[in-house]
């Protein structure tokens, strides 16, 4: 079992880059792969990014492709994604998730989530 917790979320103007981090503690983080999800209000939770336990597969939803930078560090344990050239439709709360069988897409597939970080950013 694996506990996350997010961090690195606040408000931005578009165009900037915000950094998240997601903790992990418990189990080996290099057992699980790592996904990030976004859920605006009124919509359906979304994949932004996810990465296989040693970063040998990169997936990334076509509405951040270019924009956003999944990556991890199995040595100490964080998941980040990094965000640049913000838009307003990237406004939501962002989740990190984990699951110990083969990378998702799926938020469903995920067995453990943090809390989730706000981003808001402003036109």
């Known amino acids: 079992q694996v506990h996350l917790v997010e961090s690195g979320g606040g408000l931005v103007q578009a165009g900037g880059s915000l950094r998240l981090s997601c903790a992990a503690s418990?189990?080996?983080?290099?057992?699980?792969?790592m996904g990030w999800f976004r859920q605006a209000p009124g919509k359906e939770r979304e994949v932004v990014a996810a990465?296989?336990?040693?970063?040998?597969?990169?997936y990334y939803a076509d509405s951040v492709e270019g924009r956003f930078t999944i990556s991890r560090d199995n040595a100490f344990n964080p998941v980040y994604l990094q965000m640049s050239t913000l838009k307003p439709e990237d406004t939501a709360a962002y989740y990190c998730?984990?699951?110990?069988?083969?990378?998702?897409?799926?938020?469903?597939?995920?067995?453990?989530w943090g809390q989730g970080t706000e981003v808001t950013v402003s036109s």
């Open positions: 998730a984990a699951r110990a069988i083969g990378t998702s897409v799926n938020y469903r597939a995920y067995d453990y």
């Open positions: 418990g189990d080996t983080f290099s057992n699980y792969h």
């Open positions: 990465i296989s336990r040693f970063a040998g597969t990169i």
